[in-house]
């Protein structure tokens, strides 16, 4: 843990620009572009969300407006320390000048840690929740802490839920998002909710969660890049491996091949490995979820290169990769018995922000149905290749520059972080 009147003291841009929403988006609606925005959001990003605050203010949702409910995906919500004194917050992810100064460990999750939610990732979800309440719906944007387990973390929506003591209202969850919304349906609460639409959710797990405690996976090799003090590998291990949430990603069923990811018998004696006590307590996460039911919709995403098998040859993690998912969750794990699953052509973290995603949304609250997504799957051949750990482990190596890089670059390798193994499949 840092000491305090150390680096945790140390106030970066983007401590600043995690501003309360009402500033945020009156920042946004104001005559003159705040440059901080315009470098944070990218031109054309910022360009959208402007028109999309001018209108939300000058349009606000009537007392009569139906609630929904915006759930950011897991990392989609800022953690971080609180300051107080009237001092901007402490973020920890997502702030690369702290992760590159290794304060990225202050993200264990334990008794100890201080660490809390800040707030969502505006990048990702600013857009949907004001396009949602440009469309006469009480949006409400909410965070949390997606280290913990999804029963800890649906309680405490439920617990939202009667708080405010709304009946009919809706919820847009995306990726780990909708998990924590079919846990919260397993309250009393969740008798309050009359529509559940969900974008790109893992609700059979996916092979990134594999990837993410082997330290093999994209973001946490590219988060390895900015860390000057720790490798891919530490991270892993010291960690991403202590989040409950995480090991309750891991994929079952059906979908997920011949490996009990639950059983740590079926990984391999390296020392990347989930722990024992979390991978028990995460099995048969199904039976702690909420079924799906008529007020289901699930948007299910594909052609994008998607890890979508793993086995084990010779000792070794080796994953199938082929265009049957988002680039991060197979349709065979996106799709939810009891719901209607519907299809599109994007990939799983731009579905909040891509105009077809959010205008089909729009449409399923409005009517519960739209044409803005396939109704069928998509006939896609199968795997292209296949990969093993040392090959993505091979991929990212070294450190960035972060100060020396441009605004574009930056831009870039934040955009980029959970991109697919491009080049361990054409080393193949």
């Not at 594999?210 to 892993?236: M, P, W």
């Amino acid at each position: 843990m840092t000491e305090p009147g150390a680096l945790s003291d140390h106030i970066t841009p983007y401590d600043r620009l995690a501003l309360p929403e009402p500033m945020l988006i009156g920042l946004l609606a104001a005559p003159t572009p705040n440059e901080g925005l315009v470098e944070y959001f990218g031109a054309a990003l910022h360009a959208q969300l402007v028109t999309l605050a001018r209108a939300a203010l000058a349009n606000p949702p009537g007392p009569a407006a139906r609630r929904v409910y915006v759930l950011p995906g897991i990392m989609g919500s800022q953690l971080g320390l609180v300051r107080g004194g009237g001092r901007p917050n402490d973020i920890l992810w997502l702030d690369p000048i702290d992760i590159q100064v290794g304060r990225i460990t202050e993200l264990r999750f334990d008794d100890r840690s201080r660490v809390v939610a800040l707030g969502a990732m505006n990048y990702s979800y600013l857009k949907l929740t004001l396009s949602l309440r440009v469309a006469g719906y009480d949006a409400v944007l909410l965070d949390y802490d997606w280290r913990q387990s999804l029963a800890t973390l649906g309680r405490r929506l439920a617990e939202r839920l009667d708080a405010d003591d709304l009946r009919d209202v809706a919820i847009v969850g995306h990726s780990m998002g909708g998990l924590v919304a079919r846990a919260a349906l397993t309250h009393a609460a969740g008798e309050r909710v009359g529509r559940v639409v969900l974008l790109g959710t893992p609700n059979s797990g996916s092979m990134a969660a594999v990837q993410a405690l082997r330290g093999t996976y994209s973001v946490v090799r590219k988060i390895a890049q900015l860390d000057l003090r720790h490798d891919a590998e530490f991270l892993a291990r010291e960690v991403f491996s202590t989040f409950p949430g995480l090991h309750e990603l891991l994929p079952y069923g059906p979908g997920a091949g011949d490996l009990d990811l639950f059983d740590d018998g079926a990984w391999p004696r390296d020392g990347f490995s989930p722990r024992t006590a979390m991978l028990r307590a995460s099995a048969q996460l199904a039976d702690r979820l909420g079924r799906a039911d008529s007020r289901f919709d699930v948007v299910v995403g594909c052609n994008r290169l998607t890890a979508t098998g793993v086995s084990l040859p010779g000792g070794e993690l080796e994953y199938a990769y082929g265009q049957q998912g988002d680039g991060t969750v197979p349709m065979a794990l996106a799709c939810l018995d009891g719901a209607r699953n519907s299809y599109i052509d994007c990939g799983h973290s731009e579905m909040p922000l891509d105009e077809r995603v959010i205008g089909g949304t729009l449409e399923l609250l409005a009517t519960g149905a739209t044409a803005k997504f396939a109704a069928d799957a998509p006939r896609i051949d199968g795997p292209v290749a296949r990969v093993r750990d040392d090959a993505l482990r091979a991929l990212h190596p070294g450190k960035v520059d972060w100060p020396h890089m441009t605004p574009a670059e930056r831009r870039r390798f934040l955009d980029t972080l959970n991109e697919p193994p491009g080049a361990a499949l054409t080393a193949r």
